[in-house]
DNA sequence: TTGTATGCGTTATCAT
DNA sequence: ATGATAACGCATACAA
């Protein structure tokens, strides 16, 4: 079946190409009502769909737009194993179709920059998750398209940036665990960098522990991968050496189900013998047994803001809106916080 | 930064167009050793991209492929969540970067045909997963670009296909729970459709009952959605009604999942009340607990193995090749499975 | 209101 | 070996 082009359907409705692209383009001021029937009927007639390659060259835009996500630690996959991207990528490609774009994935490539695929594409504009070095963001800013950032402290007037009040997270968790009647809290996280956002989630438990005038020892704090598997060997640590933890903060939802497996693996159980909170609300996190108490972010619908977000912005319509915006954190209860206040 | 194009690496090369355009594709012997060192020297100098709208509007081709999943029900979102899919993707993903290609994900839309996308996008080809309507098929024929099909038993020499045994699977099932003492087995599934994966796993079960001269009984088959939601409700069902069931078959890990827990919900422990199996071994299945003993295939390398196929169709280089693969099964024992024969 | 002509960046044909 | 040029499908400035 050989393409149908407007030339195509302009002969069909025996007027000219010019009045077919104004049919198309909402230009229907510029026909008359008559041609505009014609050319509909010949449109359908032909199944007529524009080219978008055509489209892009000459419009400089695609209707195009990027998605970028951490890789996994091997370079080899993009991190869609893990639920939080999927499930935020979810959203964002709910939003998308709606506003009729389609995007592009990509897992970030050591090295090379991002720049050849949003040239070569000539993507309208970016959603960037995951946090990388300074100079991956200088080198953002250079292709010059609108961008919203997830869950990212860079402030920096070239991006838009789109997350979650993750001190106020860490806080909420840890003073749950605390009006619980726990006072030895451990907390399981993955590595703490200067402006992430696992250090803030630290932040507030840190914050949370003084409020409540317990003190902060930082014997209690397993840092290593953000992962399940280092979730399980944080648990086992404390299973095995730190009877007198009765309660954990995970600052992930995949580490808080590590933990509790560890846990588990030295006839700890939870909640009964030891609490756990995690943090995002994943799919999982409702299905797992014990069903697991957290606090939860609506990652669909942050998602969906990213996108709204970033398409706003590429119509320039987002002049007198906020730059930066932060989703609501609510604390959802399940069956893994045992409350021990008599 | 303005674009750079083909006729500013000339200009700064001090050479044609024609020449650069050569250059950039490995049409080497139509330039001398000199002048591509100029041009190359040229296209670094100025950060030269190549644009691909270009590229596809005189190639027809768009170095792009589509990629089809299913909608969740409410028709909003696609079906990303599920962990099925995402895995796939990853494994997809990985393939196509590696060889060069970008693709599109699109959630199907009630209705409208994929026709539109793929014209539009010019797209090189596409993998379709998923089971639909005959019509859809059809549909998709008149594309006329390769398709590769997971997971579907239609089997049209259009299309190339790539899957799994599933009768096999669910015969492998079932009868390592016979194995291990049960004559007792139900079954939880999704809808039994005719010719999809569903029924061939149903279908492997029977057989596996039948070979162990075991009766096959209808009141044992939990037939439902395919999801988590409907395996709890299953496994409440089980487990409140009929305390002569010992094992359950889940034909996915999602719904074996669910049906874990809706056991628990009635204080049946698994293993130690009833044995449970599933399907797919997804990323969760080694996290929960119990681990889940399952049918493994390996869904990453699924998705390598769609893409080397679809790639493989595109480049018109698998005139020899089988239009069909059959990825292996093996079954992988975890905690969810009690022996229980003396 | 309608149509003609031009250009977007690239590849390919055809001279040179 | 090299370069001028047409063509891909579309949108738009401009002329009619």
Same mark, same amino acid.
């Given at each position: 079946m050989k393409r149908q082009t407007i030339k195509d359907v302009a002969k069909a409705a025996g007027v000219s190409a010019a009045a077919v692209s104004y049919a198309i383009n909402g230009k229907e001021h510029k026909v008359s009502a008559e041609t505009l029937e014609k050319i509909k009927d010949a449109m359908s007639e032909l199944n007529y769909v524009p080219n978008y390659s055509a489209r892009s060259l000459v419009n400089n835009r695609s209707n195009l737009i990027g998605i970028v996500i951490p890789q996994t630690e091997d370079m080899n996959h993009p991190l869609l194993e893990n639920p939080f991207y999927s499930e935020i990528i979810s959203g964002i490609e709910a939003e998308l179709r709606n506003r009729g774009y389609h995007f592009i994935l990509s897992g970030v490539n050591k090295g090379k920059s991002y720049l050849d695929t949003s040239m070569?594409?000539? /993507?309208?504009?970016?959603? $960037?998750?995951?946090? #990388?070095?300074?100079?991956?963001?200088?080198?953002?800013? %250079?292709?010059?398209?609108?961008?919203? /950032?997830?869950?990212?402290? $860079?402030?920096?007037? #070239?991006?838009?940036?789109?997350?979650?009040?993750?001190? %106020?997270?860490?806080?909420?968790?840890?003073?749950?665990?605390?009006?619980k009647g726990h006072s030895n809290i451990a907390l399981a996280t993955g590595m703490i960098k200067k402006d992430g956002v696992v250090e803030k989630r630290f932040l507030g438990y840190k914050r949370a522990l003084k409020e409540a005038k317990l003190f902060y020892r930082p014997e209690f704090v397993y840092e290593g991968t953000m992962s399940y598997e280092y979730g399980v060997e944080a648990g086992r640590l404390i299973g095995e050496k730190h009877p007198e933890i009765t309660a954990v903060f995970a600052t992930s939802d995949m580490m808080a189900l590590g933990v509790i497996t560890g846990l588990s693996e030295c006839g700890k159980r939870v909640p009964e013998d030891v609490s756990v909170i995690g943090f995002d609300d994943i799919a999982i996190s409702k299905i797992f047994i014990p069903k697991l108490t957290t606090i939860k972010q609506n990652i669909t619908r942050k998602g969906i803001k990213a996108a709204e977000c970033l398409l706003d912005a590429m119509n320039g319509e987002d002049a007198e809106l906020p730059k930066e915006i932060i989703l609501p954190l609510e604390i959802v209860e399940r069956n893994s916080v045992r409350d021990i206040s008599e």
């Amino acid at each position: 079946m050989k393409r149908q082009t407007i030339k195509d359907v302009a002969k069909a409705a025996g007027v000219s190409a010019a009045a077919v692209s104004y049919a198309i383009n909402g230009k229907e001021h510029k026909v008359s009502a008559e041609t505009l029937e014609k050319i509909k009927d010949a449109m359908s007639e032909l199944n007529y769909v524009p080219n978008y390659s055509a489209r892009s060259l000459v419009n400089n835009r695609s209707n195009l737009i990027g998605i970028v996500i951490p890789q996994t630690e091997d370079m080899n996959h993009p991190l869609l194993e893990n639920p939080f991207y999927s499930e935020i990528i979810s959203g964002i490609e709910a939003e998308l179709r709606n506003r009729g774009y389609h995007f592009i994935l990509s897992g970030v490539n050591k090295g090379k920059s991002y720049l050849d695929t949003s040239m070569q594409r000539n /993507l309208d504009g970016a959603i $960037i998750m995951g946090i #990388y070095h300074e100079s991956f963001y200088e080198e953002l800013k %250079e292709i010059n398209i609108p961008m919203v /950032l997830i869950d990212s402290y $860079i402030h920096d007037s #070239y991006f838009r940036n789109i997350g979650i009040d993750d001190e %106020e997270g860490g806080f909420m968790a840890t003073r749950y665990l605390i009006g619980k009647g726990h006072s030895n809290i451990a907390l399981a996280t993955g590595m703490i960098k200067k402006d992430g956002v696992v250090e803030k989630r630290f932040l507030g438990y840190k914050r949370a522990l003084k409020e409540a005038k317990l003190f902060y020892r930082p014997e209690f704090v397993y840092e290593g991968t953000m992962s399940y598997e280092y979730g399980v060997e944080a648990g086992r640590l404390i299973g095995e050496k730190h009877p007198e933890i009765t309660a954990v903060f995970a600052t992930s939802d995949m580490m808080a189900l590590g933990v509790i497996t560890g846990l588990s693996e030295c006839g700890k159980r939870v909640p009964e013998d030891v609490s756990v909170i995690g943090f995002d609300d994943i799919a999982i996190s409702k299905i797992f047994i014990p069903k697991l108490t957290t606090i939860k972010q609506n990652i669909t619908r942050k998602g969906i803001k990213a996108a709204e977000c970033l398409l706003d912005a590429m119509n320039g319509e987002d002049a007198e809106l906020p730059k930066e915006i932060i989703l609501p954190l609510e604390i959802v209860e399940r069956n893994s916080v045992r409350d021990i206040s008599e």
